[in-house]
């Protein structure tokens, strides 16, 4: 019943970039002037067929990864849970991602507050403060909504997760750690809390360095024997 969501936003992209494409030759079409908004309007879309094209090559990639996941290639578990059961992964799941990204905003919050006070300091402008500011709300706004709207994705889902050597399916959540530099980094079974939750931490390449993400898996009832050694598996390949 897994659905393959990665494929629904490569046919929207597609669209998208096709009805920008249109919008690059709009202004000759309709006979607008290039002084008069042309250049401006063909511009704009042109950077939006850029932008196209490159979500498009991320997500076709994505969406091969994930059919092969959904047609049986590499799959290691198929697990579903009770409506109690999900439900209390789901919140547990909330918590833990807001303590994540309130610990990361506090952090870059912290190192963009010491830079702006030393170049305060030393450049004797309050230009710089309010440069920080800006900085520190843009940083603000994922950390805080992230997690709203993970939790939200995950509430709608269906009460079921698939794990495989390439990725896991948690809900609607896909997380993958191959293709594009991305990477398994770790994998561990957290049984502080209930649920018990697999941790499966990767990383992915970007412009500001190496992201990491986790995907968090909740053990079914009578499962834990079944995770550990899931687990095993995972920590056995990561470390050959």
Known sequence: MIQNTQQRI???????????????FLPSLLGIDGMDGGFGISFIAGFMVMVGVIVIVIYRSRAK????????????????????EWMRFVAADFEDEKKAKKNLFIMVAVIAAIVGVLMTIV????????????IMVVVAIPAFLVPVFRYRKLKSSEAEAL??????IVGKMFHLWVKLGARLDGVSLNTAEEPDIIEFNYSMPT???RQEEVARVPVPFGKLEEATRIVEHFKNKINT
């Open 65 to 84: 990864q994930l059919e092969k996941i959904l047609t049986g290639e590499g799959q290691i578990a198929l697990w579903r849970y009770s409506p109690n």
């Open 123 to 134: 450049l004797q402008s309050l230009l710089i403060v309010l440069i920080i500011i800006g």
């Open 10 to 24: 490569v046919n929207l992209w597609y669209i998208i970039t096709v009805v920008f494409l249109a919008w690059v």
């Open 207 to 209: 412009r500001n360095g």
């Open 163 to 168: 794990i495989a050597e390439n990725g896991v």
